[in-house]
């Protein structure tokens, strides 16, 4: 276990329907990050939150808002999705958003994203 | 542009032997490189993390180069075993006080018995 859980692991909605990704780690780090990794692509950073703060958004569409209560907690809440949207979305942690050594990112495992 | 290759896509070898992974990268300014490892249905997990000073480091059977010459980067993995099947990943951050970072497709291995 890399000490960050996401919840839900799998989840298939429809393009009408609202839910959200849940993220948490317990590294007691002040960075936390969503990624998106489609198949045979490289991981894509949608969002980088620092000291709750977010620090990047990297031109990903309203349909997806992230929410970063406090440091160990970051959602990723979903509406009106579309079917190109399905893929694994990856939370990570790290220390600080610098990109030094110093920084390493631990990853969750994902939650596996359908939209039907 | 700012790009990360990775090769072969895809590599199939048997348990026991060895196998190297290469990673070319175009980014400026490097700060450093990252190489992952990812089951399938889980998240990466880091392997190796190289600065520019830094030519080799050793991860168990896992051993990572660097040559920023070249901006090449392999991961050679020894005596693999069936654990070993993942896909793995490369990374690079660059740019300084901006702070970004690539992602590589990643090379998918399957270690056969």
């Known amino acids: 276990e890399t000490g960050v859980t996401q919840t839900p692991r799998h989840l298939v909605m429809g393009m009408t329907n609202k839910k959200s990704l849940k993220c948490e780690q317990h590294l007691g780090h002040n960075a936390m990050y969503w990624y998106k990794q489609s198949a045979k692509k490289p991981l894509e950073l949608m969002f980088v939150y620092s000291l709750e703060e977010r620090v990047e958004n990297n031109s990903v569409p309203s349909r997806f808002s992230p929410e970063c209560p406090n440091s160990s907690h970051l959602f990723l809440h979903l509406h009106t999705l579309q079917p190109e949207d399905s893929a694994l979305y990856l939370c990570?942690?790290?220390?600080?958003?610098?990109?030094?050594?110093?920084?390493?990112?631990?990853f969750g495992p994902g939650t596996r994203l359908t939209v039907t | 542009k700012n790009q990360v290759e990775q090769s072969p896509q895809s590599l199939i070898i048997l348990e026991g032997k060895n196998c190297t992974l290469q990673?070319?990268?175009?980014?400026?300014?490097?700060?450093?490189l990252r190489w992952y490892k990812q089951d399938t249905g889980r998240g990466p997990v880091s392997l190796t993390i190289?600065?520019?000073?830094?030519n080799t480091k050793s991860n168990g059977r896992y051993t990572a180069t660097l040559d920023a010459d070249t901006k090449q980067s392999s991961l050679h993995i020894t005596a693999s075993q069936l654990s070993d099947s993942a896909s793995y990943i490369c990374v690079v951050f660059y740019g300084g006080a901006t702070n970004k970072l690539i992602f590589g497709t990643g090379t998918l291995l399957a270690v056969q018995p």
């Open positions: 990673c070319n990268y175009t980014v400026s300014p490097f700060s450093n």
């Open positions: 190289m600065t520019f000073s830094e």
């Open positions: 990570a942690s790290s220390q600080g958003t610098s990109g030094g050594a110093e920084n390493e990112q631990y």
